[in-house]
C-alpha cells in the first residue's frame, strides 16, 4: 500500500511546513531562554523564501508517464533549507543582549498559529481522502 503522504503534493508541503515551523519553535524558543543571558546574540530561522524558491521553481509541478494520467507524487522539497541567522545586537542594555522579548514572543505566537494552520489542513486532506475511500459515506 503506497504512502499517502508521499503520493499527495499537498501533504508533503503541509508536512515540510511542519518541520520547518518546529524547528523554528526551538529557535524562538532558545531566545526567550537566553533573554537574560549577557552578550546572547538571538538568532532567527530563515526558511520561508527558500520554501517559495522551491514552489516557484516547480518542486510541485505535477508530473505524468502517460498524457491520460492524473499527476500522483510526491513534492521534491529536498531544496528548501531552514538557515539559523544570527541577529546582531541592537540592545542598549549594558550586558549586549540582543533578546526583544515582546519582539520574540509575538514570533513564538506567530509561529504557533502557522503550525496549527498546517496542522487543521492536514486534518481537513486527511477527512477528505477518508470519505473518499469509505465511498462518500
Do not use: C, W
Amino acid at each position: 500500500m503506497p504512502n499517502i503522504a508521499n503520493s499527495d503534493r499537498t501533504i508533503s508541503l503541509l508536512e515540510k511546513v511542519l518541520d520547518l515551523r518546529q524547528q523554528n519553535q526551538q529557535v524562538i524558543a532558545s531566545n526567550i531562554a537566553n533573554a537574560n543571558t549577557p552578550g546572547y546574540t538571538p538568532s532567527r530561522l530563515e526558511f520561508e523564501s527558500s520554501l517559495k524558491h522551491a514552489l516557484a521553481s516547480g518542486a510541485m509541478t505535477p508530473s505524468t508517464t502517460h498524457a491520460a494520467h492524473f499527476p500522483i507524487g510526491a513534492a521534491n522539497l529536498s531544496g528548501v533549507r531552514a538557515k539559523v541567522v544570527q541577529t546582531p545586537a541592537s540592545s542598549s542594555v549594558g550586558d549586549r543582549n540582543g533578546v526583544d522579548l515582546e519582539t520574540e514572543m509575538l514570533a513564538l505566537a506567530e509561529n504557533q498559529i502557522m503550525y496549527e494552520t498546517a496542522t487543521q489542513l492536514i486534518n481537513k486532506k486527511l477527512g477528505i481522502l477518508k470519505y473518499v475511500a469509505q465511498g462518500g459515506n
